[in-house]
């Protein structure tokens, strides 16, 4: 990653934690990590800023507001093909201690709610129970600093079989003005066989 945006980055994670009120304990601290990650991101900044890194949209919107629990529905795509996500997801948080958990879930019949970030009441026709839990792929977060989370998932126990993988992992920093995603997958030697290899993908809010 080049100097001038690494600087720019950790310049952001200070301000951050300089504006943003401090993470409170218990149901407030999970509406505050709910709404720092609720948004329309992409990586635009640090595409045009190194070509190894694609301009990617990230959008994530609650649904279910009217049930127990607190969902987000995450739709991943490269800019040039919005309409074509390469990810769909619902990501269940909940509260364990001073710490959260982000756990992940796969779609029914995704196609059917491609752009559902526009409108997270298409969801309604179906419920938390029709999920599919992706298994050791949740990720842990604590917070660090006032507005700041971090966290990842478990050693190797989220499975994949992408490009050869075995395993997957994910880094993840938050606060109310980005995310920061560091997705990897390895193989059975534990050789990286896809995801950034220099740093995890910037995404600013819109």
């Not at 218990?26 to 948004?39: F, P, S, V």
């Not at 992940?104 to 309604?124: C, K, M, Q, W």
């Not at 419920?127 to 990842?152: F, H, M, N, T, W």
Request: with cysteine; hydrophobic share 35%.
């Amino acid at each position: 990653m080049p100097v001038r945006l690494s600087l720019l980055f950790s310049l952001l994670f200070f301000f951050s934690a300089c504006t943003r009120p401090v993470t409170s304990d218990g149901k407030n601290g999970l509406d505050e990590l709910q709404a720092a990650m609720t948004g329309s991101f992409d990586s635009s900044a640090q595409a045009s800023s190194d070509d190894s890194y694609y301009n990617i949209l990230l959008h994530m919107e609650p649904v279910w507001t009217d049930r127990p629990g607190k969902y987000l529905y995450v739709e991943q795509a490269v800019a040039d093909a919005a309409d074509k996500p390469y990810r769909q997801r619902i990501y269940g948080l909940e509260q364990k201690g001073r710490g959260f958990i982000s756990r992940v879930y796969e779609l029914p019949d995704p196609d059917r709610f491609i752009g559902a970030h526009e409108d997270p009441s298409r969801l309604n026709a179906i419920s938390p129970e029709d999920l599919i839990e992706r298994k050791g792929c949740a990720v842990y977060l604590k917070p660090d600093g006032p507005g700041i989370y971090r966290g990842s998932t478990k050693k190797k126990r989220c499975k994949s079989t992408l490009r050869g993988a075995t395993y997957a992992t994910s880094r993840v920093s938050i606060t109310g003005s980005f995310v920061q995603s560091w997705d990897q997958g390895f193989n059975d030697a534990d050789e990286q066989v896809w995801g950034a290899t220099e740093g995890g993908y910037m995404f600013f809010k819109k």
